[in-house]
Nanobody, 123 residues
Framework: QVQLVESGGGLVQAGGSLRLSCAASGRTFNSYAMGWFRQAPGKERESVAARSWGGGITYYADSVAGRFTISRDNAKNTVYLQMNSLKPEDTAVYYC????????????????WGQGTQVTVSS
């Protein structure tokens, strides 16, 4: 069982930066692939980034590649999403999620989800 708690969301102007954190409980955090997803009002949940348990494999959505970076610190049971050059279209609730096995960008394959943190980017 894994419990996830996101933090770090907020209001930022376009062009600014935020770093989201996702703290995980459980002793086997380093055996889980981790992903970040987001959902804007009236839209479906979309994939943002994913990282393998060992950190050697990462994926990014085209819309955030080059601007966002997913990282993890297994010693701290925490995964991060560094978001730079934010745009108004990045406004959404951001969720972290965990799954056993390989990292993927398919949210339906993730077993555990946090409650989400709101990110609002003003123009």
């Amino acid at each position: 069982q894994v419990q996830l708690v996101e933090s770090g969301g907020g209001l930022v102007q376009a062009g600014g930066s935020l770093r989201l954190s996702c703290a995980a409980s459980g002793r086997t955090f380093n055996s889980y692939a981790m992903g970040w997803f987001r959902q804007a009002p009236g839209k479906e949940r979309e994939s943002v980034a994913a990282r393998s348990w060992g950190g050697g494999i990462t994926y990014y959505a085209d819309s955030v590649a080059g601007r966002f970076t997913i990282s993890r610190d297994n010693a701290k049971n925490t995964v991060y999403l560094q978001m730079n050059s934010l745009k108004p279209e990045d406004t959404a609730v951001y969720y972290c999620a965990a799954k056993r096995g390989r990292a993927t960008m398919n949210p339906s394959e993730y077993d555990y989800w946090g409650q989400g943190t709101q990110v609002t980017v003003s123009s």
